[in-house]
């Protein structure tokens, strides 16, 4: 199995920034009284940043509009911010400069850790944010099982809040379909209809035609699919926002999930149901990574939040990596 995201997982990078500083990565911690621990109280964004063609110049992929979500998150669980945009940008960039290897991507997670505070009294959060560095090379299509497990109403635990919180059942949801020997799973909202995967929305095509659940449905509001959505108007796909049925899923042509780490990985099947690898949606992935790596640029300025490839780092600017 090649499901980037979870290979990431498994390093143990050099350091990692807190508050703008960096720290040998085992020598971060926290508090066994934080609320962070005692009540899940942490919410964050992933961010992928791309080496250009030549491997010279590496840039981080929206990243104020990533800062604005988390900005989101923090306001509706009651977190402040105490850090600006400029100084979110600097610690990624301190961060791959140190980490940053030629021939590998970089995945930033900025979390904003409750360290102090009690009920909502006196909050206060760190930033930490930790990188791990991908594989360049497309990964192998996914097989998928849709779980037992559902996304909870927005009432109950928003899948707009990018929480940790919101992992628990995801977890859960993965360590089952890794049992039934499939790579992730596909969870269901409380109405049975899908609301995304555990790390990443869910998007099918037919006749060339691209379906995939709103925010409603009980799903992040992705960027990726957001840009996936730009990238099919200017390819001429078709693209349309509406919830699916799961017998609408498992009949569908095509199956791939959208996320930062997923990009747009195709799905191979969903419970012994099938889908075609070499459709619409390959063609589109292939355009979104065009944009990635600076092959192509799109219409930024009709997307409903800040898009920007933000160069990071140059070559011959890097540390000795992790
Ligand atoms: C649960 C979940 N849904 C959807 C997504 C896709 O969101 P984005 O494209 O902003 O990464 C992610 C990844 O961050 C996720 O963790």
Redesign the pocket.
Known sequence: MAHTASLSQLQTPKYASVNGELVPYEDVTIHIGAEALTRALSVFE?LKGYWDDQGAVFSLRAPRWHYD?LCRSAALFRIPIGFSYEEYVAAMRALAEELLVTGRDLWFRTTLYVVEGHWGEATRADLVITAFTQAMHDPEPMRMGVSTWRRAADVALP?RV?SSA??VI?RLARIDANRLGYDDAVLLNDHGRVA??????VLIANRGRVVTPPTTEG???????AVLEQVCHELGVPFERRAIDRTELLVAEECGV????SELTLISEIDTFDYALDGTLARVRAAYLDVMRGRHTIDAAALPGEFEMVDLVRQGSTGSGS
């Open positions: 992933g979500r899948a990018k919101n992992y995801a995304e995967a555990t790390g990443a929305c799903c992040l509001d992705s960027i990726t699919t959208a996320g930062t780490i």
